[in-house]
T-cell receptor, first 113, second 118 residues
Framework: EPEVTQTPSHQVTQMGQEVILRCVPISNHLYFYWYRQILGQKVEFLVSFYNNEISEKSEIFDDQFSVERPDGSNFTLKIRSTKLEDSAMYFC???????????FGPGTRLTVT | AQKVTQAQTEISVVEKEDVTLDCVYETRDTTYYLFWYKQPPSGELVFLIRRNSFDEQNEISGRYSWNFQKSTSSFNFTITASQVVDSAVYFCALSEEAYGGSQGNLIFGKGTKLSVKP
């Protein structure tokens, strides 16, 4: 069964460094999302992406964040200058046209020291 | 404003007991979608079910069943004859109708941690 994949599974970085989290959505899906989950808390929406542009973003998704679909398969989340409070599990999700459910990847645990 | 409330933070049961996880939602939209996701200890989020606001039929899938009641804005999830493998955090989520280039983001509740003991 096709699934969303994410790399790396764990990333440790120093405050102020840039990180890029990578995702490969399910191949025939058209809508892509990033969510984050701070340890022990609920899952929070960051951004949605469709047709090569951002369709929605939350207050969390400020100028430090950007997303890109550089080719036909990858979907990336970049954090320009990481802060301690960016430490969280970052989930990528995708959904096909006409279906509301989103399929999540296994997540990337980002630790900012 | 949209909101999902899962009042039960943690539930502990013994194997073979039935357990119901509560979910109450708030939305101003007349068209919306409700979901349950499972997050086992390994951390991934597994989609379990979606219900549309215009379809109040309850659903059963094996040991899982869902009770959607618009009158009380609730979408409860029951596991019958629970098993140790059901131990996980369960999230209820809401998505409102969206237009243009969006299918609506998910608003999650805080989750209920279910522990099933042998």
């Amino acid at each position: 069964e096709p699934e969303v994949t994410q790399t790396p599974s764990h990333q440790v970085t120093q405050m102020g460094q840039e990180v890029i989290l990578r995702c490969v959505p399910i191949s025939n899906h058209l809508y892509f999302y990033w969510y984050r989950q701070i340890l022990g808390q609920k899952v929070e929406f960051l951004v949605s992406f469709y047709n090569n542009e951002i369709s929605e973003k939350s207050e969390i998704f400020d100028d430090q964040f950007s997303v890109e679909r550089p080719d036909g398969s990858n979907f990336t989340l970049k954090i320009r200058s990481t802060k301690l409070e960016d430490s969280a599990m970052y989930f990528c999700a995708s959904s096909p046209w006409g279906a509301r459910e989103q399929y999540f990847g296994p997540g990337t645990r980002l630790t900012v020291t | 404003a949209q909101k999902v409330t899962q009042a039960q933070t943690e539930i502990s049961v013994v194997e073979k007991e039935d357990v119901t996880l509560d979910c109450v939602y708030e939305t101003r939209d007349t068209t919306y979608y409700l979901f349950w996701y499972k997050q086992p200890p390994s951390g991934e989020l597994v989609f379990l079910i979606r219900r549309n606001s215009f379809d109040e039929q309850n659903e059963i899938s094996g040991r899982y069943s869902w009770n959607f009641q618009k009158s009380t804005s609730s979408f409860n999830f029951t596991i019958t004859a629970s098993q140790v493998v059901d131990s996980a955090v369960y999230f209820c989520a809401l998505s409102e109708e969206a237009y243009g280039g969006s299918q609506g983001n998910l608003i999650f509740g805080k989750g209920t941690k279910l522990s099933v003991k042998p």
